[in-house]
DNA sequence: GTCATAATTAACCAAATGGTTAAACTAAAT
DNA sequence: ATTTAGTTTAACCATTTGGTTAATTATGAC
């Protein structure tokens, strides 16, 4: 027999869901909790506001939108082998969550909102490895010189801004979800190549 | 002396302001109005519904989602020449319009706007020219094979992305508009010579 | 000057919205 | 069985919000 959901959980899956597609403006706590089938007055009960509740779902999504990548950068093995992996680690991921990268920008974008920045792990996790490998790897002389602060965000556009440009591109190219994803796959190959390209020592 | 602005322009000028601080969802008449200095009727009188107000100030803004670049990959230079005229320009006009990208990319992953989408100079204009210069270029072996349509997001992704993050990146490395505006001019060299790489044939 | 039309304003309205409250229900402890 | 604490509900509330209206003022044609 089936566990049945926790109300505070059924809450948190439902918020989840309208803060995603409607953003924190867009979404109505009365579909919230019809959604979670609960009353209206539970969400208040459990977390008191809107915000509060916002800030648990941002919190929780947060952490995705560098997920498991960042320990890449912490291997021994060379740059150019944990950018292949990170490349293909984070698209891989994103194809199953394409929703994550507008959900945090389109929150870090709105004014006001500067304390949710602090939950995303940039700075001290992704950025400090990413910059750490590279000039470990341009001491030994495997890596063209670039500017490594230009080159992460090269890469993050490439990988991120697909799912951020996705109702663009299907909207002109027809196609649905499958299809994007498979152009998705496509592409790991694709920035793979590219930075090699970018890298590599002549 | 000087011409007083009709109220119609007043109203489009604040209008712009507050959507593109705030979005559809966030912005409020009230602010509207009283940041055109008028009354909130004269918002309906003039546009008649809050939506329609949007609409005006996304269809202008929509124009410049793609400013003036897309003529550039009509001229007859090479597909490198043309890529580092588009970066350059690209890049040039957004430190100007920093909020641009923010506000397209908003407003079309917003459900039910797909009809805001065909507003963006995209298909017709910068994509099809994109890739008949590339094919072009390709056919007379100045190029690398690549997937053009994957090289475009790229290109794009360097570009637009920084935009995008611009909070996130602000907000951890400190400075201020001032200095991200010298990243991304910095960028415009960067960009151009990756792309060269990615280009090159050896 | 007068008349017609456009522009502008203050007041108003209904609906929606986030949030509250007091009562009722549930379940475990004693 | 009673108590106690946590959970749930329906009804309610104050405020906000996009939008309307009716009256007033400015403008231009004749």
Known sequence: ?????????????AAE???IRDGIDGARMQEIAD????????????????????????????KYFFPE??????????????????????????????????FIISTVNKRG????IDKLPFKETIAKNFMESY???LELGRVQKVD?????LSVLGMCIFPYLSKPILTHNFGG??????????????EVKAYLRKILIVD
Chains 1, 2 share one sequence.
Not at 113 to 116: H, L, R
Request: hydrophobic fraction near 45%; aromatic fraction near 16%.
């Open 135 to 137: 000039a470990h790897d």
């Open 35 to 62: 959604t979670a089938g609960i009353n209206k007055a539970m969400l208040h009960y459990y977390f008191r506001s809107k915000k509060l509740l916002f800030d648990k779902v941002f919190t929780e999504k947060a």
């Open 176 to 189: 649905d979800d499958d299809f994007f994803k498979e152009f998705m796959l496509a592409r790991i190959v």
């Open 113 to 116: 909102n500067e304390e949710f």
């Open 148 to 152: 490594p602060m230009q080159l992460l």
């Open 17 to 19: 869901d309208i803060f």
């Open 1 to 13: 027999m089936t566990q049945e959901a926790s109300t505070e959980s059924k809450i948190l899956k």
């Open 69 to 102: 990548v960042s320990n890449i950068f912490m291997s021994d093995s060379s740059m150019i082998e944990k950018l292949d992996a990170f490349v293909e680690k984070y698209i891989l991921f994103m194809n199953e969550n394409p929703y994550i990268p507008f």
